[in-house]
């Protein structure tokens, strides 16, 4: 065991070293790590452990919570055999955990952890849009009237979605069997987005149900993305008009896209691009709880009149969506937020989890560039 604790502690420092020169070489990463060794990582874990259709990952969780209680077992065995092998075992039990730790940091860095200090999507876009159309838009800036026509625009297409949901066969129901055949209907959902080139990334595996969801949704997680299977995890307690949208997010992260803004901008791209009128209504949906919740901080009066417009079924959903979230909240979801905080900025991400917000930078510029 000691031999592995040193080459554990070795592989740490070693991540330390790569991420650190990562995130000086973003066109790098990019380049060789994000578009071509990872997309194979990534793809050859989805496959092997597309196998059965449960979660490998939740299953690794709940072997890892069990060693923990026979840990705790063992050490208060050890207890009542003196003060000496108590300590004994302590020192060796968290030396093992610590060092298991850092294994498993170098795993997460390797296998998909670099994907952070790829070159951001909005500086992406901008390049392939001025490649293909031979336009300049690198200063490109955007204002309060912008995010206004940003936000009737969703209005617009939300209350028109909404009524093609209601008046086809193709709305979604929370159970688990109808949340599987949407999941194995989105699985090949990003071959529909040219953006970016993401519809020539080949095939990963589908999604995956996580069956404890109940409990996941106390901490206010919607989805979960596994770098050490490969899985895109979806908990399935949630407002069915979020669950595409989830579905599509995780799957963004499989692609390699690690920074929870930019899933969200594919999950909306891959969303409104597919052909089932309920993942379009799911893009539009959370597109515009984002663009709400942004306008309604610098100009509420111009928020609260044009909401106004927003469809009685619409507004219902949204109502729906707050009111379900709102049964969750407490203790478990602000210790969940502040650890996602703590990883986000871990991971170059400085704004933590307020950097959700940013979702809104990218919807405006999609919008500016080939929808306005």
Known sequence: MKKFRITAYILFIVSIIIKFISSKYSYIVEKYYSKNIDVYIVKFLSKINSTFGFSYFEILIYIFVILIVLSIIYIIYRAFKGRKYLLSSLKNILLNYLAFICFIYFLFIILWGINYNRIGLSQSIKNEYEITTNKDVSNIEFDEDDLADLYKYLIQKCNENRKIVNTSNSELENDNKSIKEMISKLENAYDNVELLNLNKLGSYSKAKVILNSKLLSYTSITGIYSPFTG????????????????????????????????????????CINNEDSYVNYSGYFMALKYTASALSKVDYERFKDMTQEIDKDVLKDLNDYSSFWEKYEGKANKVSENMNNVYLKSNRVKEGTQSYGKVVDLLLLYYYLYEK
Not at 243 to 268: D, K, V
């Open 231 to 270: 899985e895109a995890n979806i908990n399935i307690n949630q407002p069915t008009t979020s669950i595409p949208f989830t579905i599509l997010h995780e799957m963004a992260h499989q692609r390699g896209y690690a920074n929870e803004s930019e899933a969200n901008f594919l999950a909306y791209i891959s």
